[in-house]
């Protein structure tokens, strides 16, 4: 299995610039998670879906942060307009509920936004 | 809301010794998971070990065996024979049954030779 793939693995923009992260989830997982980690508050959720629904939006920041679900094998984390206190690894990560990994969130590689 | 936290920021330890990383949580839920997730500087997060709470049997992954004091809300890493390649951030996990993960603020570990 390849594993949860995000892309880009680095992104650098401009204050004001859209941003757009990408996610394809483990195939057969069926809840996805969006994270940020920043030195000062480590690591937070974002965003979780459950089937390609959106459980829990509370830790979206505002509403320059969005995020979609299309279908069970791809996700987008958009920032619109960007801004320098952004920057962070945004993490992608998926589950599923069955089988001997039940309830295991496996991570993806990270992206790395630096907004200038 | 549950909460976890790990009270220690940073830890060394030799080569080849044990070493144990501390995690208290809270929680009013009596069926919850816990997890050890480690941080190398790669900056991947992997999983290290798991404990379901309603299993007693501490569980163990090698090297990694966890201490699990359920009246305490206590879920502490054991690391034996430490080695180089354990040089990481580790973060201890909680969550119930298909809810979202809380993470404690992490532990550096630096494993000297």
């Known amino acids: 299995d390849a594993g949860v793939i995000q892309s880009p693995r680095h992104e650098v923009t401009e204050m004001g610039q859209e941003v757009t992260l990408r996610c394809k989830p483990i195939?057969?997982?069926?809840?996805l998670f969006w994270y940020r980690q920043t030195m000062m508050r480590g690591l937070e959720l974002l965003i979780y879906?459950?089937?390609?629904?959106?459980?829990?939006d509370s830790g979206m920041p505002e509403d320059r942060f969005s995020a979609k679900m299309p279908n069970a094998s791809f996700s987008t984390l958009k920032i619109q307009p960007s801004e320098p206190r952004d920057s962070a690894v945004y993490f992608c990560?998926?589950?599923?509920?069955?089988?001997?990994?039940?309830?295991?969130?496996?991570f993806g590689p990270g992206t790395r936004l630096t907004v200038l | 809301a549950q909460t976890v936290t790990q009270s220690q920021p940073e830890m060394s330890v030799q080569e080849a010794e044990t070493v144990t990383l501390s995690c208290t949580y809270d929680?009013?839920?009596?069926?919850?998971?816990l997890f050890w997730y480690k941080q190398p500087p790669s900056r991947q997060m992997i999983l290290v070990i798991r404990?379901?709470?309603?299993?007693?049997q501490n569980a163990t992954e090698n090297r990694f065996s966890v201490n699990f004091q359920k009246a305490a809300k206590s879920f502490s890493l054991k690391i034996s024979d430490s080695q180089l390649g354990d040089t990481a951030m580790y973060f201890c996990?909680?969550?119930?049954?298909?809810?979202?993960?809380?993470f404690g603020a992490g532990t550096i570990l630096r494993v000297k030779s």
């Open positions: 990560a998926s589950r599923t509920l069955a089988g001997p990994y039940y309830n295991e969130q496996f």
């Open positions: 929680t009013s839920e009596n069926n919850y998971y």
């Open positions: 996990a909680f969550t119930k049954w298909g809810n979202k993960l809380v």
């Open positions: 879906f459950n089937n390609n629904v959106p459980i829990d």
């Open positions: 195939s057969g997982h069926n809840s």
């Open positions: 404990q379901e709470a309603y299993k007693q």
